[in-house]
């Protein structure tokens, strides 16, 4: 129960498309889904962070889409860059509690 | 402000020898935590620190020790290295557990 899904495991996408990374949780006392961008040979750095109580949080180009009653979230990148070539991690917290991470997805955006 | 070292970058270690991560951050954090990472298993916790003078267990914390040494400073300690603690470890700190964590730039071990 304490797990969180992440899919896919790696993820190839043109110049300007689309990525879309997805999780899914089974405990409902989560509160916090953050995600964690990190490049090859750097430590995870946060992205961008959810609550429960809205659906939907955009960030420049990058948005999250939180479906509470299907216990799930995703993010997307719009127009994606090959700068944005790294590995995205999804995350949850319950309150006061300790992060829970997803597997990793490795995004690669090709020129 | 450097924000969160860690020494070594890296490490090659024989099977059974010891070794202590190093860690500390400059950002007066009260939390400390220590993860290790492999392939295809994201981010696992191996102990953490919500505050100086305490510690306690993650997920995977068979193996390994740690010290919070001070409020700076958090080490964990291998006693006797086996293969199956080949991975990166990354060290993280935040203002307190519920808050945004902030990580090293990691330390890539290897035990032959």
């Known amino acids: 129960q304490q797990q969180v899904k992440q899919s896919p495991q790696s993820l190839i996408v043109q110049k300007g498309g689309i990525s879309i990374i997805n999780c899914a949780y089974e405990?409902?006392?989560?509160?916090?889904f953050p995600w964690y961008q990190q490049f090859p040979g750097k430590g995870p750095a946060l992205l961008i962070a959810?609550?429960?109580?809205?659906s939907e949080k955009k960030e420049g180009r990058f948005t999250i889409s939180f479906n509470k009653s299907a216990k799930q979230f995703s993010l997307h990148i719009m127009d994606s860059q090959p700068g944005d070539s790294a590995t995205y991690f999804c995350?949850?917290?319950?309150?006061?509690?300790?992060?829970?991470f997803g597997q990793g997805t490795e995004l690669s955006v090709k020129p | 402000n450097a924000g969160v070292t860690q020494t070594p970058k890296f490490q090659v270690l024989k099977t059974g020898q010891s070794m202590t991560l190093q860690c500390a951050q400059d950002?007066?954090?009260?939390?400390m935590y220590w993860y290790r990472q492999d392939p295809g298993m994201g981010l696992r916790l191996i102990y953490y620190?919500?505050?100086?003078?305490?510690?306690d267990k993650g997920e995977v914390p068979n193996g390994y020790n740690v010290s919070r040494l001070n409020k700076r400073e958090f080490s964990l300690r291998l006693e006797s290295a086996a293969p199956s603690q080949t991975s990166v470890y990354f060290c993280?700190?935040?203002?307190?557990?519920?808050?945004?964590?902030?990580f090293g730039p990691g330390t890539r071990l290897t035990v032959l």
């Open positions: 993280a700190s935040s203002e307190q557990v519920a808050d945004t964590q902030y």
């Open positions: 405990n409902t006392a989560f509160d916090y």
């Open positions: 959810i609550r429960p109580d809205v």
């Open positions: 995350a949850a917290k319950a309150q006061g509690g300790k992060l829970i």
């Open positions: 950002m007066n954090h009260n939390s």
């Open positions: 620190s919500a505050s100086e003078g305490t510690t």
